[in-house]
């Protein structure tokens, strides 16, 4: 099956394997995951403890050519990732609706505000006005820092960059107005404590 990305360039897949996979391990030491691994297996861990119910959403594929070499079977031969329209996450936390992008950087002192599209910004505002919780989980992987960044402080970001204005999130301004991360064991980012904070310093300033 041929899969192609939005930029035209042709997704290739791995090759498929039937061997078992092993038992997932929340070890601080397993390096080189990417951030969608990190969050897969902390919102796992919550599920295990009955802590929230959060998953990741799947990628949208339109599906362009199908062969059917029997009756009873169809493959598809070509299809493209269409661009999400929501945020990477979503599920329930305590009786709130919980809904969030994740993004990582290489980038040392800012957030490229690239990294975020407008129908994702449209988004959070949407889930804001319906009393849902969103934000943005940023992470500067060379220096392995995490944040929290509420949906306000990223949306007033959002306008200035709209306005002309800088077109990227200061390193400064996470440490100032986001909620870090301290990456651990188990669960090896536990962002729903960073959320909490946020949500107590929320109800400290009504």
């Known amino acids: 099956m041929v899969i192609n990305y939005p930029n035209g360039k042709i997704y290739t897949p791995t090759k498929n ?3 078992k ?8 030491s397993n390096r080189g995951k990417t951030l969608e691994d990190e969050i897969n297996e902390t919102n796992d861990y919550y599920m295990q403890q009955g802590t929230a119910v959060i ?3 799947p990628v949208p594929i339109q599906v362009v050519k199908v062969e059917y070499p029997s009756r009873s079977a169809a493959v598809i031969k070509e299809a493209y990732y269409r661009t999400a329209s929501t945020t990477d996450f979503n599920g329930v936390w305590q009786g709130l609706h ?3 992008e994740a993004k990582e950087t290489k980038n040392k002192t800012s957030f ?5 599209h407008a129908h994702q910004i449209d988004h959070m505002r949407l889930v804001t006005q319906q009393k849902g919780l969103t934000f943005l989980i940023v992470r500067f992987s060379l220096i392995n820092r995490y944040f929290v960044l509420p949906y306000s402080p990223l949306q007033d970001a959002w306008d ?3 306005k002309g204005g800088r077109k990227s999130i ?6 100032q107005n986001a909620f870090e991360i301290v990456p651990g064991a188990y669960p090896p980012i ?4 960073g959320v909490t904070k946020m949500l107590s310093e929320e109800s400290a300033k009504q």
Do not use: A, G
């Open 55 to 57: 998953h990741k959403k």
């Open 17 to 19: 394997t039937t061997e």
């Open 190 to 193: 536990d962002y729903l404590r």
């Open 112 to 116: 490229p505000l690239k990294n975020i």
């Open 98 to 100: 919980v809904d969030f």
């Open 160 to 162: 200035e960059m709209c």
């Open 21 to 28: 996979r092993p038992k997932k391990d929340y070890s601080f």
């Open 170 to 175: 200061p390193f400064e301004f996470f440490e």
